[in-house]
């Protein structure tokens, strides 16, 4: 019975029989094996050879395999043609030659698998296709080629990877939890009478909310494969950055203030203070709450750009707000000191330093609107540029 009961806890770790990439790369290299094998142009079994090996879980392992690939396939071709029909070597030591030369090649290259693909073509083409290698050569590239552009679209369009809504979905569960805290926060520096002890549960969620920090961060490397051979040019790469940012600034704030004491509501002048306090905390989260529904919108349209015109108006008022604490603190330090011991006094600059703080990740929020568009702007003067001679 214990037996059982272990059993059927571990089935939900495990990883399933049947994934739907599996079945993909089933469906898929079965139609190009039948388009191969029933072609007119020969070694059309290149084509399933490439699908099985190229195509993978997602787009971006996909198109990085397929890249290292067609580098290989090509530099093999042509390794193979220099070797066997421009040197008058003997055939071992032209052998040898060759297959040094794709390791020393693919080293310059960066490949990491496709040297190994030269070195295929380079034995293959020269003990077994010898009479044919200059048409044989170049047909396998062509297969080659075609298997890679099959399996990126098949990657693409055929149940494609989820990492990229994944960690937009991620992210908006990590923004709405922050939000949540502030709202919490800003309810103590409101209520009257005096602040009541800081549950347990609230050492419990900032934990949680460092670890879907770190569980963002992780997710995000599988995300940055979807982007392509060069990530850092796009736009989402500059979003997911600005995010990561803002959101381990906001922690750091969250937590610093649920490291201080509980508020006192006692004089005038530090009910009010706690009520500028309150009103930045209270913008700060619609600000959260307005990011997490247009990154809902960007996961649902798929659209690459991020525009959300309306934050600056939020952003402004909190700025307005955070200059009205600053004059508010400097007047209640004034109103209250001598009332207050010191140390009571610093963790009132604490407090208010930290709420601050929002403020400046505001401007973060602010740029962070414009970034993909700003680089998609650049990216197209780039091409769109010619020089004038």
């Known amino acids: 019975m214990r037996n059982a009961t272990t059993q059927s806890r571990r089935r939900p770790n495990q990883r399933p029989w049947l994934l739907r990439s599996d079945l993909r790369l089933a469906v898929v290299t079965g139609l190009a094996a039948g388009f191969g094998l ?11 050879m490439t699908t099985a090996t190229v195509l993978s879980s997602s787009y971006g392992n996909a198109l990085k395999l397929g890249v290292q690939r067609l580098l290989g396939s090509l530099m093999g071709v042509l390794l193979l043609i220099i070797f066997s029909k421009s040197l008058a070597l003997p055939l071992a030591l032209a052998i040898g030659m060759a297959l040094g030369s794709t390791r020393l090649l693919g080293g310059m290259l960066g490949l990491e698998v496709g040297y ?49 809504p994944d960690l937009h979905r991620q992210q908006g569960r990590l923004m709405q939890a922050i939000a949540e805290e502030l709202s919490e926060e800003a309810s103590r520096l409101n209520q009257e009478g005096p602040g009541s002890n800081r549950s347990p549960r609230r050492e419990t969620q900032r934990n949680h909310l460092l670890h879907q920090l770190a569980a963002i961060r992780l997710k995000r490397q599988d995300a940055l494969l979807e982007l392509g051979l060069n990530p850092e040019q796009q736009p989402l790469y500059l979003l997911w950055g600005q995010i990561d940012w803002m959101c381990s600034q906001t922690v750091s704030v969250v937590s610093g203030m649920a490291c201080l004491p509980i508020p006192i509501h006692g004089p005038e002048p530090l009910r009010q203070l706690h009520h500028r306090e309150a009103e930045v905390l209270q913008l700060m989260e619609q600000l959260l709450t307005m990011l997490v529904r247009d990154l809902s919108t960007l996961t649902q349209t798929g659209h690459t750009a ?29 109103a209250l000191d001598g009332d207050l011991p010191s140390s009571r006094l610093r963790q009132l600059i604490v407090r208010s330093t930290l709420i601050e703080q929002l403020v400046v990740i505001s401007e973060g929020i602010a740029t962070m609107t414009n970034a993909s568009s700003n680089a998609s702007r650049r990216k197209l003067q780039q091409t769109t540029s010619t020089p004038n001679h």
């Open 116 to 164: 190994k693909v030269a070195g295929n073509i380079i034995v293959m083409g020269w003990l077994v296709h010898s009479a044919t290698e200059t048409t044989w050569g170049p047909l396998r590239l062509v297969w080659t080629a075609l298997g890679i552009a099959l399996s990126l679209w098949a990657s693409r369009w055929i149940w494609p990877s989820q990492a990229i």
């Open 306 to 334: 991020f525009k959300a015109a309306c934050l600056h108006k939020t952003v402004t008022a909190l700025h307005q707000k955070g200059e009205q604490l600053n004059q508010q603190l400097t007047s209640t330090c004034k």
């Open 38 to 48: 029933l072609s007119p142009i020969p070694y059309g079994y290149y084509l399933p």
